[in-house]
């Protein structure tokens, strides 16, 4: 079965750099995009951005001049870091792993594994 | 960006009963659409990909159904594991930006 288990600071100040990191395990890195998805009461589900095996990303417009998602597939993991955060950045942090199904000419993505989610508060 | 809208926003219901979410995209995304349960305190849990594609272990009382624009989220027999809050996503996007819809809180 695979499992996320994911770690990292869980109260910054304004301005500071969030840094996660998710480990996978019980199954295959390769073959995936890796994401990085928050949840906040005031925007709900975010999707922040994601990467594969060969360092491919894409990003959320909105977020993008912040965030940088890496990955080291010696170890099965990956990790966010964004920038100058603020208030507004307070939220539960998740990793997920996204997968694919192919339908004829269809190709569905979709999150089939989460991380348990880090909380983040942010202070001024 | 794709925006997804869902209704209600909460809905009460009773163990036994059958109850339809219902999510609209901003714009065509023809079958990619996904559903998923979270419960409190926990990530989120897929249920529906492909708008009508049942996760692998997810019991047959969930169905999904539409295309285009207009997509629904049945819930048949309602059991007590199923009050929950449950959201669509989308992921026709090119390139990938996958946006949710605000989630819909299913109560006793």
């Known amino acids: 079965q695979v499992q996320l288990q994911q770690w990292g600071a869980g109260l910054l100040k304004s301005s500071e750099t969030l840094s996660l990191s998710c480990a996978v395990s019980?199954?295959?890195?390769?073959?995936?995009?890796w994401s990085w998805i928050r949840q906040s009461p005031g925007k709900g589900l975010e999707w922040i951005g994601e990467?594969?095996?060969?360092?491919?990303?894409n990003y959320n417009p909105s977020l993008k001049s912040r965030v940088t998602i890496s990955a080291d597939t010696s170890k099965n993991q990956f990790s966010l870091e964004l920038s100058s955060v603020t208030a507004a950045d307070t939220a539960v942090y998740y990793c997920?792993?996204?997968?694919?199904?192919?339908?004829?000419?269809?190709?569905?993505?979709?999150?089939?594994?989460w991380g348990p989610g880090t909380r983040l508060t942010v202070s001024s | 960006d794709i925006q997804m809208t869902q209704s209600p926003a909460s809905l009460s219901a009773s163990v036994g009963d059958r109850v339809t979410i219902t999510c609209r995209a901003s714009?065509?995304?023809?079958?990619?659409l996904n559903w998923y349960q979270q419960r409190p305190g926990k990530a989120p849990m897929l249920l529906i990909y492909?708008?009508?594609n049942l996760q692998s272990g997810v019991p047959s009382r969930f169905r999904g159904s539409g295309s285009g624009t207009d997509f629904t989220l049945t819930i048949s027999g309602l059991q007590l594991d199923d009050f929950a809050t449950y959201y669509c996503?989308?992921?026709?996007?090119?390139?990938?930006?996958?946006?949710f819809g605000q989630g819909t809180k299913l109560e006793i």
């Open positions: 997920a792993r996204g997968n694919r199904e192919y339908s004829g000419y269809d190709n569905y993505w979709f999150f089939d594994f």
């Open positions: 019980g199954g295959s890195f390769n073959g995936y995009y």
């Open positions: 990467i594969n095996h060969s360092g491919r990303t």
């Open positions: 714009q065509n995304i023809r079958s990619y």
């Open positions: 492909g708008a009508s």
């Open positions: 996503q989308q992921s026709y996007s090119i390139p990938r930006m996958y946006t």
